[in-house]
């Protein structure tokens, strides 16, 4: 859920877009990271390793726990990742790969 | 290849402050930072700082980070590199970089780390469930990006980390159902868990969490108590509903880069776990490498934007800006960290340091 | 247990704590009066500096603030300065079986004057009905409203926060 009135912060978003999370479109604002527009959507499983699921954790990029596949790259850390218009998000299960 | 009189890694507040001392000492300084913004986890400080007016003590983390930001822009000796990941220091003193998918390669005269910390993980059943998070996970949700991370909250951590958080938790309109604590006493500054607790927030010591509850994600908590000697004491458990954990304990420095200097790394508990030696000037055996902020040891902001003071000014020092007036400038830093360390708060990191300097 | 015990384990101040900060009660007779809650030393002095009066003192920046009664005019201005939250005004002189207690608030809504809202304790239980007799915000004090509520006068040690309905 996304914070309305905050008693110290205000909050600036950049123009409100859409995306897709394995098939169903959402919304969310362009520039904040994946995860955090997921999030506010009540998405917290983002991947599956081992056949368990996970989320997010650290929310800076150090932990890898939100490994996504995103428009079909994958290993995509979507807690820095900027939302853009039109991205096609999907769960990942195990490692990813590598494509040159 | 590119070159700068200093290189500082890391945009955080030991960063910047580093940056900006070397460059108000007169030498050109090269800064990168992973994040798209400077400011490392200043940004999401809501609460108004400790220690003493030089310090900017009772300004918002938040309103720091600008001032620090607006100061770094209007300062021509100062180039920043943002979106730019360090990947590596080797031998030659090269160092090597990804920004926006490129890679590079620079040398500077002087470098300064300043890569911060990560937090620590606990171990229980369940801890890998989506809506466990690192308390710096809940923060950048809730104050960086107008997100709730849940509707109500187990704490996991009664240091200052863990009250400020379930504070800026309450401040979001998120209920925290309480905050648990393995010690017998709270870790953090009492005048945070005085503000908490009149909340209405218990704060439970000598208390764990034994397992997260749920599938798909957390929809409880298993809190067991605790003996002298950390263990569980079954048949104390009690499940609550919660459907967020958040984990307050402890962080750890990131290190690995300062290691590749080749510099000597000491396991130091009080200070955070592996830290850089260092000198009083921040300069580790690996001569010409500084160190600031919680990779040199964990400590609050305020600690960091000292050693970024005392970092920028030594490097800079060492690259020829000698002048009386700039060693005066940083040794005066230095008797401020050391007032700054003399009191009660400060005994942990007082003896890290006189494990570190007794050679052992 | 001692008292700063359960100061440690609880994040409760006593109530001897309490009674051992307050000034003189010639001094509590004539008027408001700062109380610092802060009993731990911590390197933090932005309630010494923050007093136009030089009534807030500190031996140095580790050691716990002391107040020197005859100084302090009870302006608040440390309320909203002190990083801790700790400092609360009292103003017993109000009359009619009641007090004035002025405390720093973080949390939307923000009460109005005239307002009926609970009063808390230190833990957060409801003790009581207090009236929000004035309202400071601005942006002067950053987002730290200071509030005084008007409480029953034997709520001196306990009111230390409100919650609306």
């Known amino acids: 859920m996304r914070i309305t009135d905050h008693p110290v912060l205000e909050f600036e978003h950049g123009p409100k877009v859409q995306f897709t999370f394995e098939g169903k479109t959402y919304e969310g604002y362009e520039g904040e990271p994946i995860a955090a527009a997921l999030h506010a959507a009540g998405v917290k499983k983002l991947r599956e390793h081992d056949g368990r699921p996970r989320g997010l954790f650290c929310a800076i990029g150090n932990c890898s726990s939100c490994l996504m596949e995103v428009n079909g790259v994958t290993n995509v850390r979507v807690c820095i990742e900027p939302l853009k218009a039109g991205m096609v998000v999907r769960l990942q299960t195990g490692h990813g790969r590598l494509e040159f | ?360 | 247990m001692e008292s700063y015990e359960i100061l440690e384990s609880t994040g409760v101040a006593t109530r001897d704590m309490f009674e051992n900060l307050l000034p003189s009660s010639e001094r509590r007779a004539k008027g408001p009066y700062i109380v610092m809650e802060c009993y731990e030393e911590i390197p933090c002095n932005p309630c010494v500096t923050s007093c136009k009066f030089g009534a807030v003192q500190m031996e140095e920046l580790n050691k716990c603030p002391h107040v020197d009664y005859e100084k302090c005019v009870g302006c608040a201005n440390c309320v909203s300065h002190c990083p801790g939250l700790a400092c609360f005004m009292i103003n017993e002189t109000v009359g009619d079986g009641k007090i004035d207690i002025t405390f720093p608030y973080e949390l939307k809504p923000v009460p109005a004057k005239g307002d009926i809202v609970n009063a808390l304790d230190r833990k957060g239980a409801v003790v009581g009905k207090a009236e929000i007799v004035r309202v400071l915000s601005g942006p002067r004090m950053d987002h730290t409203n200071v509030i005084t509520m008007r409480v029953d006068k034997e709520l001196i040690y306990d009111a230390r926060n409100i919650s609306l309905e």
């Open chain 2, 1 to 360: 290849m590119k070159f700068s009189d200093i290189v500082v890694i890391g945009g955080g507040p030991a960063g910047m402050s580093a940056a900006l001392a070397a460059a108000d000492a007169g030498v050109r300084v090269t800064m990168m930072d992973r994040g798209q913004v400077l400011g490392g986890q200043l940004i999401k400080q809501t609460h108004r700082f400790f220690g003493s007016e030089r310090e900017r003590a009772g300004t918002r983390g938040i309103e720091i980070v600008k001032i620090l930001r607006q100061q770094i822009a209007e300062n021509k000796n100062i180039e920043v590199l943002k979106n730019t990941e360090c990947l590596g220091i080797y031998s030659d003193g090269v160092i090597s970089y990804e920004t926006d998918g490129k890679y590079g390669l620079m040398t500077g005269e002087k470098v300064i780390i300043a890569t911060g910390a990560a937090e620590k993980m606990l171990q229980f059943e369940n801890n890998d469930l989506p809506g466990v998070y690192g308390a710096g996970a809940v923060q950048t949700l809730m104050n960086v990006y107008g997100i709730q991370p849940g509707q109500k909250v187990l704490m996991i951590g009664a240091g200052n980390i863990g009250l400020i958080v379930s504070y800026q938790l309450m401040q979001a309109g998120v209920q925290v159902a309480a905050i648990v604590e393995a010690m017998p006493k709270i870790g953090g500054y009492k005048v945070h868990a005085s503000k908490v607790a009149r909340m209405g927030v218990p704060i439970l010591t000598r208390k764990t969490c034994k397992a997260a509850l749920g599938t798909d994600h957390v929809t409880g908590a298993v809190l067991a108590d605790m003996d002298e000697h950390f263990q569980i004491i079954p048949g104390t458990e009690e499940e609550i509903e919660v459907d967020t954990i958040c984990l307050a304990v402890g962080l750890a420095p990131l290190s690995e880069l300062v290691s590749q200097t080749r510099c000597k790394m000491r396991y130091i508990p009080q200070l955070g776990g592996f830290v850089p030696e260092r000198d009083e000037n921040l300069e580790l055996t690996a001569k010409g490498y500084y160190v600031a902020g919680d990779v040199s040891c964990i400590e609050e902001a305020t600690a960091a934007m000292i050693e970024g003071s005392i970092a920028g000014l030594s490097a800079a020092i060492a690259t020829g800006m000698n002048h009386p007036e700039i060693i005066g400038k940083r040794d005066e830093w230095i008797k401020q960290l050391e007032n700054l360390r003399s009191g009660k708060t400060g005994a942990k990191i007082r003896s890290g340091f006189a494990v570190m300097n007794g050679g052992k």
